[in-house]
């Protein structure tokens, strides 16, 4: 029983929701509708990489959006004309690599609060874009993006597949690496890590970092994914990121549900959406139903963890 | 010269968190800009930075009461709109404005209750709370519509013995909250309880015999309860019901509340900090406006002061 109640509310989530899928519309549960509508969450998947490991630090990153903003911008504005798809790939990348380490350095070595640090830097890049944009929508994302977005393996999209790699990339570095010790310790108890010799600046400032650049390949995606580009993408992402990396198990300090707890937690958020559409859930109840949703588990997932 | 750098960044052993430098910049702000236009100083201008800028001073002052103890309110946005939405369903006054009190009391009193008892993290809790609030509204109220109570709208736009109605609502908001935080009890607990949770020991002001749970869920019930009063205010600026004018209204109010120098971490932070944050956000935007900056640019503008601020505060530990 005990075994039980220390599993992430994100699993219990996911299981009810593909129950209640597959009591009332048994026919969508074939991979080629799941797979449509897991890979419309692939953006999210990724962000929430980042956010767990950053919150596993203690730490906080709500930048998300920003970052996502501007490449999308940057790509689909044509700002880079005739540019080649490598070098607007390593130019996303590189953006988010240096918003993380901006990030990293504020939270870690000038010890700034978290959550105003990257909620202004979001800020930052978001009106950045406003300016550059004037408002108006860009143009087109290069086709190529969308080509390889649309790719399957078999009966399973590339996105799909390319965010379980990076997951399980990202779940042995931290169970393998010196760098994944640190970021236990840290979040176990900073002084305690820090009298231990652990570089707890570094590591704050190197999660940062990692988490930056998933933004960055959070942004491909979700540019791929939308062909044309827009002046309001992913802006509530980061916020949605941490309500999953909650669900996960993964809160501030405390990493139980490891990387597949979070990974559950975005797949429980486009289940929950498949679910919703297709007993013609309007817009206002979809906003109650994901609420109390979030809070139930998190309600459940806190009595557990006070009582443990 | 250190001396000097310190008070104005504030002492680290100071319980008020740094307000100086703010306050300087707003001094700084509002003499370049009447410096630089003349509308500035014309007595229409500045009628209307009072009424621009109390929606934000009220809901930051609301905010300020759950930072200092180390918890944060992101459903004040969905607060706001749901006020107006219930304002605008029609009915007397007398009936309309207490029930948006009672609402948002019962609001702050779940928020209060889901954290404390449950042990749920505030960021999540408040969070869901802003969905279903918003989600509450957008049935009551799909497009902005419908008519606010006359009082209401009187009691935004008139005036008394000449001086505007904006003014009374900032002295009421103001008053009331010195009370609680510095007139109270329950404002020093507020400081013992964040103090605790900022320094890593949760069960610290527990521990001295206060009774951190109750005073808790009061905080969130004190900041829902400012968000409504916004909310009224802003019902009686627009005379009607919008679902969407809160929207991220809660993180200018956080905006507000650091830029006074008020600490996310709990513990340290002043009202008279709060007040002059959400001061100087609105005579940036009045000062943007009028010196004709590209409304574009103003959010990053906004984006890279709020940085500014953060990265001079000295603090001890890294966190939230």
């Given at each position: 029983m005990r075994r039980l109640l220390r599993i992430p509310p994100a699993y219990y989530v996911f299981a009810v929701l593909l129950l209640i899928l597959w009591v009332a519309r048994p026919n969508m549960l074939n991979l080629n509708v799941m797979g449509i509508f897991v890979r419309q969450i692939v953006p999210l998947g990724i962000l929430v990489l980042g956010q767990l490991l950053v919150m596993r630090v203690r730490s906080i990153d709500l930048s998300g959006g920003g970052v996502i903003l501007l490449i999308n911008y940057t790509i689909s504005s044509g700002v880079f004309p005739g540019a080649s798809m490598i070098f607007l790939i390593v130019l996303a990348l590189a953006t988010g690599l240096a918003v993380g380490l901006f990030n990293g350095l504020m939270v870690g070595v000038r010890r700034a609060s978290a959550v105003i640090v990257t909620l202004a830097v979001g800020i930052v890049l978001v009106g950045f874009v406003q300016y550059l944009s004037s408002g108006k929508p860009p143009g087109d994302v290069p086709g190529m993006f969308g080509d390889i977005y649309n790719t399957k393996l078999g009966p399973v999209p590339t996105p799909v597949i390319f965010w379980v790699v990076v997951s399980a990339a990202l779940s042995l570095f931290l169970s393998r690496t010196v760098f994944g010790r640190y970021v236990t310790s840290v979040g176990e108890n900073v002084q305690a890590a820090h009298f231990s010799g652990v570089p707890v600046a570094r590591t704050v400032v190197l999660a940062h970092t990692l988490a930056g650049l998933l933004a960055g390949v959070s942004a491909l995606v979700q540019t791929a994914s939308i062909a044309v580009g827009s002046v309001r993408v992913g802006l509530d992402l980061p916020i949605l990121a941490v309500a999953a990396t909650i669900l996960g198990g993964v809160v501030f300090g405390r990493g139980e549900g490891g990387v597949w707890g979070p990974f559950f937690g975005v797949l429980s958020f486009a289940l929950l959406f498949v679910v919703m559409t297709t007993f013609g859930v309007d817009e206002p109840g979809k906003l109650i139903a994901q609420g109390l949703i979030i809070l139930l588990a998190a309600i459940f997932y806190g009595v557990r963890s006070r009582s443990s | 010269m250190t001396a000097i750098s310190r008070r104005l960044t504030g002492a680290r052993g100071s319980r008020q968190g740094m307000w100086l430098l703010p306050l300087l910049i707003t001094v700084a702000i509002a003499l370049w800009l009447s410096l630089q236009t003349k509308q500035f100083l014309y007595g229409e201008n500045l009628l209307n930075l009072v009424p621009q800028a109390m929606p934000l001073v009220?809901?930051?002052?609301?905010?300020m009461f759950v930072i200092l103890l180390g918890g944060l309110d992101l459903s004040v946005g969905s607060m706001i709109s749901f006020t107006t939405a219930v304002l605008a369903l029609g009915g007397p006054a007398w009936v309309l404005i207490p029930t948006v009190f009672v609402l948002a009391g019962l609001v702050g009193v779940t928020n209060g209750f889901i954290i404390t008892r449950f042990n749920v993290h505030p960021i999540i809790a408040t969070l869901s709370m802003q969905y279903i609030l918003l989600g509450v509204t957008r049935v009551l109220r799909p497009v902005s519509g419908g008519?606010?109570?006359?009082?209401?709208?009187?009691?935004?736009?008139?005036?008394?013995?000449?001086?505007?109605?904006?003014?009374?609502?900032?002295?009421?908001?103001?008053?009331?909250?010195?009370?609680?935080?510095?007139?109270?009890?329950?404002?020093?607990?507020?400081?013992?309880?964040?103090?605790?949770?900022?320094?890593?020991?949760?069960?610290?002001?527990?521990?001295?015999?206060?009774?951190?749970?109750?005073?808790?869920?009061?905080?969130?019930?004190?900041?829902?309860?400012?968000?409504?009063?916004?909310?009224?205010?802003?019902?009686?600026?627009?005379?009607?019901?919008?679902p969407n004018v809160g929207l991220l209204f809660?993180?200018?109010?956080?905006?507000?509340?650091?830029?006074?120098?008020?600490?996310?971490?709990g513990g340290i932070g002043s009202l008279h900090g709060t007040v002059i944050g959400a001061l100087?956000?609105?005579?940036?935007?009045?000062?943007?406006?009028?010196?004709?900056?590209?409304?574009?640019i103003q959010t990053t503008i906004k984006g890279a002061i709020l940085l500014l601020v953060v990265a001079l505060q000295s603090r001890k530990k890294m966190g939230l």
């Open positions: - | 009220i809901t930051a002052v609301g905010q008519t606010v109570p006359d009082v209401v709208i009187s009691a935004v736009a008139g005036s008394f013995l000449g001086v505007p109605m904006p003014v009374f609502w900032g002295i009421f908001t103001i008053l009331v909250a010195w009370k609680l935080v510095y007139g109270s009890r329950f404002g020093l607990h507020l400081f013992a309880i964040g103090g605790g949770v900022s320094s890593g020991v949760e069960d610290a002001a527990h521990n001295l015999g206060i009774a951190d749970r109750r005073n808790i869920v009061l905080a969130y019930v004190i900041c829902a309860c400012f968000a409504a009063l916004a909310g009224i205010f802003l019902a009686g600026r627009i005379v009607s019901g919008d809660e993180l200018d109010a956080i905006t507000a509340v650091a830029i006074g120098g008020t600490q996310l971490s100087v956000m609105a005579l940036l935007a009045n000062g943007m406006n009028l010196t004709n900056v590209s409304p574009f």
